[in-house]
């Protein structure tokens, strides 16, 4: 699979230094929804350059390359565990090519990798497809965003959080007004909720690899999403947390059934640096 | 529009109490990095001021893990954004104390006890534009040395850099004031009439 490794260290490359193009449509956007003048204003025309030079240069355009969070879709009789290995391979040498910083740390003895591959490290998830290709999308997650995240076992009592939409809403709101500026906003936020705490953190976080402009399928949770960018954005913290108009630019919202008796909610925050990018094989 | 400050580092006491917050600031000379595992050693191991090979009287202290690249003529720093402050929050107030620090640059601000040091010894925190990695790192011009690279590797080691016109803007200064502090208090009583009576 020497060339599968290859594609699989360009998607590194092109993942971690461009920022997809509706993201930057949507940093634009807020750009134009600022006030002139504003550090809100400055602070978005710094980022704007900053996804320029990167491109241009093939350069992380974070520093922090993130968790790399695989999503693969696997077309019948391919072995996952020879893909594994290509992955795992291929992360090696994106470390040193792209170059990605090494992030993967040892618990017990702290020691680094250095090569961003450990126990559980890439993260990667994989689902049989019934089509012919082999589809792998990559997620670069950064730690300051993934920092912000919070689960919610509901009812909670301090937010007056019932077992209901509205509880949901009062959860988003809860997580950014925690978090603050401090993992880069604008935010795209994923939620997930459902029966199980595992299974509603995995779907927050896959709803990050959606497209800004796409929206829920079903009509309640598609409204749910629009309401929520709406309040968040009334909460007035701004890029970067100094104020201003844009702090969330989306919220994707998925459910799943739950049990009777749990109704777990996720938010996976993701930063304005949303890197995410597919490779098809 | 707001004038923006050239500044010298390191540091004068002059300089750092003339700053305000919501200055923008244009930063040259020499700071140096460090993240969790800096701050960590410093105040379990409390190296004295021999052991470590930068001068950090009047530093400023980067919080940033870079991307670096070893190339013959040294070491290239590719990507340079902060990371966020609000980790190291247990431990700034004693660093500052005791190494004699006059400013941390970082995002998301810092705590009371942070704000509290800064205010008691008379320096500031700068906040810098998060994930602007690239074109943050364009305004480093010289990688003048390293400490604790081997132990900590590159993300964790403490840096010296020389910088260029690094923008920053002052969101906590030497007088008690915080831009975060006030942003949070504004977006709670928005959030208090967004989530309802709680």
Known sequence: MLKLRDGIVELYRKVASSLPPDVEEAVKGALAHEAEGSGAA?????????????????????????????????????SQKELKNTIMEATREATQKVPLRPNAVDIITEKNSGDNTGEGFPVIYFEET???ALIIDLMLKGAGCENAGQTYKLPVEELAAQRDLEGVRKCVLDTVQKAQGRACPPYILGVGIGATKDQVARLAKEQLMRKLTDSAATGEIAALERQLVSDINELGIGPMGLGGRTTAMSVKIAVNHRHPASYFVDISVGCWAMRRGRLIW | MVEVKRVGLPLSAEDAAGLRVGDMALLSGRLVTGRDRVHKYLVEKHPGKG????????????HCGPVIKKTDAGYQVLAAGPTTSMRVEMYEADVIRQYGLRGIMGKGGMGDKTLRALQEVGAVYFQTTGGAAAYLADMITEVAGVWKLEEFGPTEAMWLFEIRDFPAVVTMDSHGNSIHKEIEAVSFEKFRTLAGKI
Do not use: H, M, W
Request: contains cysteine; charged residues 20%.
């Open chain 1, 130 to 132: 019934s089509g012919g």
């Open chain 2, 51 to 62: 052991d470590i090979p930068f001068d950090l009287e009047g530093a400023v202290l980067y």
């Open chain 1, 42 to 78: 400055a602070t978005l025309s710094v980022i704007l350059e900053n996804v320029k030079r990167a491109r241009d240069t093939f350069r992380p355009l974070c520093q922090d390359t993130g968790v790399p969070v695989f999503y693969v879709k696997v077309p019948f009789g391919l």
